[in-house]
């Protein structure tokens, strides 16, 4: 029984996809540190900004690549791919580019995001992306379309960020059956001390029930960090461990734990380039 509950899972997610029925699971969700708190990424800031909140992207400080990957559901064969570039351009803002792939051999979900981020003013930036969004289905074909993000990220305190994400706000719809989710999320980041990050969000999409999402962030020393989280409609909880070598190189675990699904397991790697 344990192991046919995630094949059933698959059946009936191909199910729904060849019926292009499914809304988009594509997300930032997959990737290795989100993954373990909960993915609360409203007020992210930094190099995964671009796949979270793009007004993040204003806090990066050097040009950084990542890529990770998570495997849905073990046993299943579904998986998800990230991968990314943030460049940032003294005071003209800061660029990125993500690629995004979601899905099994027979469907596949693809995303591909131009994003840039500024300080609008001292403690306020602001955000934005526009994206390419596939559903490529091997019975029926492929559907292509554009979208945008938007997102706002404030300083209210020196420890406490607040942020609000849009994604496809007005509702682009690949036909007149099917349409992207819009998604909008409020979170906070607040940090405790040099060592504890407590964060913290609302997501509601404009069909389903609004997600409570909460993450811990937990730094012993400046190389190695520990990661905790959970989030509601449906509950699962994550964990991960990050390891940092000389602020430069970046290797990130993260999973997902359903109580009937089982876990989800996510890898990442980052790389930073030194400041020029």
């Given at each position: 029984m344990k192991h046919l509950i995630p094949s059933?899972?698959?059946v009936l997610s191909l199910i729904c996809v060849n019926n292009l029925k499914a809304q988009f699971t594509i997300s930032s969700d997959g990737?290795?540190?989100m993954a373990a708190t909960g993915s609360c990424k409203a007020a992210s800031v930094g190099v995964y900004s671009g796949q979270a909140n793009q007004a993040g992207l204003a806090y990066?400080?050097?040009m950084a690549l990542y890529a990770s990957g998570q495997t849905r559901f073990i046993g299943t064969n579904?998986?998800?791919?990230?991968f990314g570039f943030v460049l940032p351009l003294a005071k003209k803002g800061t660029f990125g580019l993500n690629i995004q792939q979601f899905g099994t051999d027979g469907y596949k979900e693809n995303k591909i995001g131009l994003s840039y981020g500024r300080k609008l003013f001292k403690n306020l930036s602001i955000?934005?992306?526009v994206d390419y969004v596939n559903a490529n289905n091997i019975e029926q074909g492929s559907q292509s379309?554009?979208?945008f993000e938007l997102g706002i990220l404030a300083d209210l305190l020196p420890n406490l960020k607040l942020g609000l994400h849009a994604f496809n706000p007005v509702r682009v719809k690949l036909n007149e059956d099917d349409a992207l989710p819009a998604i909008v999320e409020l979170g906070f980041n607040y940090t405790v001390g040099p060592k504890f990050d407590l964060l913290g969000s609302i997501e509601k999409d404009l069909e389903r029930d609004p997600r409570i999402k909460a993450g811990i962030v937990y730094r012993p020393n400046q190389s190695f960090s520990v990661r905790t989280g959970m989030?509601?409609?449906p509950f699962d909880f994550g964990l991960g461990l990050g390891y940092n070598i000389k602020n430069a190189l970046s290797l990130d675990?993260?999973?997902?734990?359903?109580?009937?699904?089982g876990f989800s397991p996510s890898l990442a790697l980052t790389y930073q380039f030194k400041k020029s």
């Open positions: 059933c899972i698959l990737i290795a540190p990066a400080e050097s579904i998986k998800t791919l990230d955000g934005g992306q379309i554009l979208t989030r509601t409609a675990f993260g999973t997902n734990y359903h109580q009937d699904l």
